[in-house]
Structure formats: structure tokens, C-alpha cells
């Protein structure tokens, strides 16, 4: 089993800056390819961005390109999602999740999820 712990959502104006973080236990965490998903209200969770278990390859939604960026530190187990020029659509809660064998961007693959950190961003 693996534990995921999202923290640093919050509330921002739009054009702003926020980061999320997952913290992992229970597994070898650098053994684990890691996403972020989100889901805004009324919508389905999509995927936002994707890294791999040593950190060299990363993977983003077209929407949040050049935006937000994924990052890991496998010592402290945990990932990163640095978000920029943030805009109301991206209000949304942010999962992190893992997966041990696929480096993908479908959330069916995902073995293990946290339980969700909110953002929401002001107009």
C-alpha cells in the first residue's frame, strides 16, 4: 500500500502562484511513476501532468503547458505541482496519484490516490 498526502491548496487571484505538494509513505516512492489529476465541480477529473520515478520525463495537459510544473524529490518522497498564471479555470481539486508500472495519463491506471487538496482562483 501506499499513503499520498496532498497539502497547499488554497485560494489565489488569477494570475497568480501556488504550489501543491504529495508526500507518499508506506512503499519505496522512487519506484512509482506520479501524477496530478483535477476535478472541478460539475466537470469529470482530468489529468493534469505526470513524472516519471527517476524524474527525467514529464508529461502535461495541453491546458496547463508552460503554466505548471511537475517536479519530485524522492529523498522526501514527495511531488511537486508548481502552478503559474493561474486562471479561474483551473479551480478544481488536485489529486496526486501513483502508479508503479505506467508512466501514463489515464487515471484508470493509477494504483494509489491521495485524498485531494482544493484550489481556487479568483477572477
Known amino acids: 500500500q501506499v499513503q499520498l498526502v496532498e497539502s497547499g491548496g488554497g485560494l489565489v487571484q488569477a494570475g497568480g502562484s501556488l504550489s501543491v505538494s504529495c508526500t507518499a509513505s508506506?512503499?519505496?516512492?522512487?519506484?512509482?511513476?506520479m501524477g496530478w489529476f483535477r476535478q472541478a465541480p460539475g466537470k469529470e477529473r482530468e489529468f493534469v501532468a505526470v513524472?516519471?520515478?527517476?524524474?527525467?520525463?514529464?508529461n502535461y495537459a495541453d491546458s496547463v503547458k508552460g503554466r505548471f510544473t511537475i517536479s519530485r524529490d524522492n529523498a522526501k518522497n514527495t511531488v511537486y505541482l508548481e502552478m503559474n498564471s493561474l486562471k479561474p479555470e483551473d479551480t478544481a481539486v488536485y489529486y496526486c496519484a501513483a502508479d508503479r508500472f505506467q508512466f501514463t495519463t489515464r487515471q484508470y491506471e493509477y494504483d494509489y490516490w491521495g485524498q485531494g487538496t482544493q484550489v481556487t482562483v479568483s477572477s
Open positions: 508506506g512503499r519505496t516512492f522512487s519506484n512509482y511513476h
Open positions: 513524472i516519471s520515478r527517476s524524474g527525467d520525463i514529464t
